[in-house]
C-alpha cells in the first residue's frame, strides 16, 4: 500500500532512507514539473505548448512529413527562452547527488525534459528521452550527419548541407518512437534498479507507468514526488512525496 508524505517527521525518514549510502543502481525519472521553477512552460499544462490555441494541431511525425517549417515555427522560437532559463534547486541537488556517490554506484538521470538544464546543472551522462530542443538533426537517416548543437530560432526550416534534405528539431515528436539509444539506456538501467525516483512527472502515464512496473519487478524502492496526488495511484509506486521539486529535493538529498 502506498503512502503519501507531507508531515516534516515522514520527510526526515525519508532523507535519512534516501541518504543511505548501500543504493547501488540509482534510476532517477524526471518530467516537465521539475523545470517548472525555471519559468519553463509544461508541454501539457497550462500555458504549455501544446495546450495554446495557436497549437491545435499538435507537432506530430505527419506533420514532420507534410511542413517542416510548421514544425519549426512551433519549436524554433522557444530556444531562447530555454537558452534565458537557468537550472532551479531541484536540477542542481540531483546533480550533486550523483556527484557525491561512492564510487563503484550506478546512477542514471533520464528525462523527458527537453530543454538542457540537467546538463548545465553539472549531471553526467543524461538520457534524454525526448531528445534536446538544443539541438538539430537531419531528417534522412542515411543522410549520416549527427544530431549538433543549434541554438538559432529557426522559424522556417533549414536545409542539410550535407544531403539537401530538411533539418529537423532534435525531439521526439507526437506519434514517434522514442530514441532507441535512450530507451535502451533507460531499460539497461531500470534491470538492475534499486531506487526509482520519479520527479515533476504524473506516473501514471509512460514512461513513468511503465518505468515504475520494471523498477518494482527488479526489486527498487519507488518513489514519486509530484505537485499533484497521482490520479488514478500506479500500484507500483512504494511512497509519494507531494510537494515543489525545487524545495523537496535539496531537503531530501540533503545537498
Ligand atoms: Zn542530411
Not at 543549434?150 to 532534435?170: F, K, S, T, W, Y
Not at 512527472?201 to 518505468?211: E, I, N, R, W
Request: glycine share 8%.
Amino acid at each position: 500500500m502506498m503512502d503519501s508524505l507531507t508531515g516534516d517527521d515522514e520527510l526526515r525518514r525519508l532523507r535519512d532512507r534516501l541518504g543511505a549510502t548501500d543504493w547501488r543502481n540509482i534510476v532517477v525519472l524526471t518530467g516537465a514539473g521539475i523545470s517548472v521553477a525555471s519559468g519553463l512552460p509544461t508541454y501539457r499544462g497550462p500555458g504549455g505548448l501544446w495546450t495554446r490555441p495557436e497549437a491545435e494541431e499538435v507537432p506530430d511525425a505527419a506533420m514532420m512529413e507534410r511542413d517542416p517549417s510548421r514544425v519549426w515555427s512551433l519549436f524554433g522560437p522557444l530556444r531562447g527562452p530555454l537558452q534565458a532559463a537557468t537550472p532551479n534547486a531541484a536540477h542542481v541537488a540531483l546533480a550533486q547527488w550523483q556527484a557525491r556517490l561512492p564510487p563503484g554506484r550506478s546512477f542514471t538521470l533520464v528525462t523527458q525534459n527537453v530543454d538542457g538544464l540537467h546538463t548545465r546543472a553539472g549531471s553526467r551522462e543524461v538520457v534524454e528521452l525526448h531528445g534536446s530542443l538544443l539541438h538539430t538533426r537531419c531528417v534522412n537517416p542515411d543522410c549520416g550527419t549527427t544530431p549538433f548543437e543549434d541554438l538559432q530560432e529557426h522559424i522556417q526550416a533549414p536545409v542539410c548541407v550535407r544531403c539537401g534534405q530538411p533539418l529537423r528539431p532534435d525531439v521526439t515528436l507526437f506519434n514517434e518512437p522514442l530514441p532507441v539509444d535512450a530507451e535502451w539506456a533507460a531499460k539497461r538501467a531500470l534491470r538492475e534498479c534499486d531506487l526509482f525516483l520519479a520527479v515533476g512527472t504524473s506516473g501514471t502515464v509512460a514512461p513513468a507507468s511503465s518505468f515504475v512496473r520494471g523498477a518494482k519487478y527488479a526489486g527498487a524502492w519507488t518513489l514519486l514526488l509530484n505537485l499533484t496526488p497521482m490520479q488514478p495511484r500506479h500500484p507500483d509506486f512504494d511512497q509519494e512525496v507531494l510537494g515543489r521539486a525545487e524545495e523537496l529535493l535539496p531537503f531530501l538529498l540533503n545537498s
